[in-house]
Nanobody, 119 residues
Framework: EVQLVESGGGMVTPGGSLRLSCAAS????????MSWVRQAPGKGPEWVSS????????YYTDSVEGRFTISRDNAQNMLYLRMTNLKPEDTALYYC????????????WGQGTQVTVSS
């Protein structure tokens, strides 16, 4: 079955960095755009970033542009999100999702990994 397993979350102070990882299995990874979606406490899901199939094109929501970098390693079926200059507003449960920028394409999500940014 399709599996997406996130890791790398944790607690960090403002301005810090984290690298999230997503291990994908159970489907042909290279056929799919991949995304990161986050959900802050009391809020609905927010699309964060997407990367195309071969990793050559990336997309970001305005609030993370210039601070986050999405990438993928197709040989390892891995998706990554490098987050720098983290802000308290980035605090959320971060999900790896199969699919790209369109919500209708994101048919599978992982279990999520928690990112907490606080002083």
């Amino acid at each position: 079955e399709v599996q997406l397993v996130e890791s790398g979350g944790g607690m960090v102070t403002p301005g810090g960095s984290l690298r999230l990882s997503c291990a994908a299995s159970g489907f042909p990874f290279t056929r799919y755009d991949m995304s990161w979606v986050r959900q802050a406490p009391g809020k609905g899901p927010e699309w964060v970033s997407s990367v195309n199939r071969d990793g050559t094109t990336t997309y970001y929501t305005d609030s993370v542009e210039g601070r986050f970098t999405i990438s993928r390693d197709n040989a390892q079926n891995m998706l990554y999100l490098r987050m720098t200059n983290l802000k308290p507003e980035d605090t959320a449960l971060y999900y790896c999702a199969r699919g790209g920028t369109h919500v209708g394409d994101r048919d599978f999500w992982g279990q999520g990994t928690q990112v907490t940014v606080s002083s």
